[in-house]
């Protein structure tokens, strides 16, 4: 079982920034790739960045690239997204993932991650 709380969330204007963390507890974070996922009100879920267990293989959404980045510390169990020029439609709800795998991957299918957090706001105001 992995434990996965998010944290770094709130209110911003557009053009700030924002750092979301997600720390992880109860297995080896290590062997686990991780996610970040988000779902604004009345929208699917979808998918923002994941990266592999190691850190060495990374991957953004189109609709992010060149203003988000993940990044992970496995000494201390956390992944963190880095948000630049935050707009109005980031506004949702973040929500980070861990994906079992030990082939050096990062998942874009919600499908592919076994544990969720609990996910943090992030509003942006115009």
């Known amino acids: 079982q992995v434990q996965l ?8 204007q557009a ?13 080896t974070f290590s062997n686990y790739a991780m996610g970040w996922f ?4 009345g929208k699917e879920r979808e998918f923002v960045a994941g990266i592999s267990s ?14 988000f980045t993940i990044s992970r510390d496995n000494a201390k169990n ?9 707009k109005p439609e980031d506004t ?3 929500y980070c993932a861990a994906s079992l795998s030990f082939s050096g991957r990062y998942y874009r299918n919600q499908n592919e991650y076994n544990y969720w957090g609990q996910g943090t706001q992030v509003t942006v105001s115009s």
């Open 38 to 41: 988000r779902q604004a009100p």
């Open 54 to 67: 190691t850190g060495s293989n990374t991957y953004v959404a189109d609709s992010v690239k060149g203003r």
């Open 92 to 94: 949702a709800v973040y």
């Open 78 to 86: 956390t992944v963190y997204l880095q948000m630049n020029s935050l």
């Open 15 to 27: 053009g700030d920034s924002l750092r979301l963390s997600c720390a992880a507890s109860g297995r």
């Open 5 to 12: 709380v998010e944290s770094g969330g709130g209110l911003v």
